[in-house]
């Protein structure tokens, strides 16, 4: 990543000669850039580089503009397409439904919340997550498209611990009390960071750092001394510990399950 055109310039030019000291040679025609400013075309030593508008690396898509819905809808496509692949098994009668649903859970949600620690959620994004999930129970029920049964009386029925929205907004909490301790880095620079320039019309796009802060209904400033509290009280816990208290955990853990 670089912040100029001659910073990326630089950075490609030592990944040239540095892949030439082990005879390896950097492609330039091969070789794409993104850029969130308006760059068609590049140049670079006489040989021009294609200028993107959105990337897949190590399965993800990341586009110029931030935008999450192209990748919140490949998601969903995935997760339904590992559903059902699934179907001879959550449909076999031979197995309970408090099995199937942590099947679900194990092998389809997982598939959908790839990456979802980055995602920007969007009021429509929200809305097909809630639908991918209760197409997955209905499905898990046998319970047709045509049938007037109600969302709640299918959740009754299922009875799970968390949505997967809700999972998802768990994950996206941890991910930001992980940058927040973190002293220097990139991530936290462009989270908490600001551009200077003048307030574009109509409405403010939605932020990452917005939907943290309206699943926690607390200032950002409220939100950092939380995350600074967490840790002191964890490192208290760590000093505190003593070897004979893992005696009491193992004989805790021992009654719970009736060994």
């Known amino acids: 990543m670089a912040e100029s055109e001659e910073e990326l310039k630089n950075l ?34 006489g040989e021009e580089m294609e200028a993107v508008r959105d990337f897949t690396f190590s399965g993800s898509m990341t586009t110029a503009d931030g935008d999450s819905s192209h990748e919140i809808k490949g998601r969903l496509l995935l997760g339904r397409k590992a559903m059902t692949n699934l179907d001879s098994i959550l449909k076999s009668r ?53 049938a007037r049964s109600l969302n709640l009386a299918i959740l009754k029925e299922i009875s799970p611990e968390c949505s997967l929205e809700g999972q998802i907004v768990n994950l996206r909490l941890q991910y930001f009390g992980h940058l927040m301790r973190r002293e220097d880095s990139l991530e936290k620079t462009m989270m908490l960071g600001k551009m200077e320039s003048t307030r574009r019309r109509g409405r403010q796009r939605t932020r990452w750092l917005h939907s943290v802060l309206e ?37 805790y853990k021992n009654v719970r399950l009736g060994c």
């Open 12 to 45: 490609l030019m030592r990944v040239k000669e540095e892949s030439a000291k082990y005879g390896l040679k950097l492609n330039i025609k091969k070789t794409k850039i993104m850029a969130t400013g308006p760059i068609t075309s590049w140049q670079i030593e």
């Open 94 to 146: 031979d197995i309970t439904l408090p099995t199937k649903v942590r099947i679900v859970k194990a092998m389809i949600f997982p598939v959908v919340m790839y990456g979802c620690e980055s995602w920007t959620i969007k009021k429509a994004d929200r809305r097909r997550i809630n639908v991918f999930e209760l197409w997955c129970w209905r499905r898990l029920l046998r319970v047709p498209c045509t």
């Open 215 to 251: 699943a926690t209904n607390m200032s950002l400033t409220k939100l950092w001394e939380a995350v600074e509290e967490s840790d002191t009280t964890k490192q208290q816990q760590s000093r505190d510990w003593k070897p004979e208290d893992m005696d009491c955990i193992v004989t």
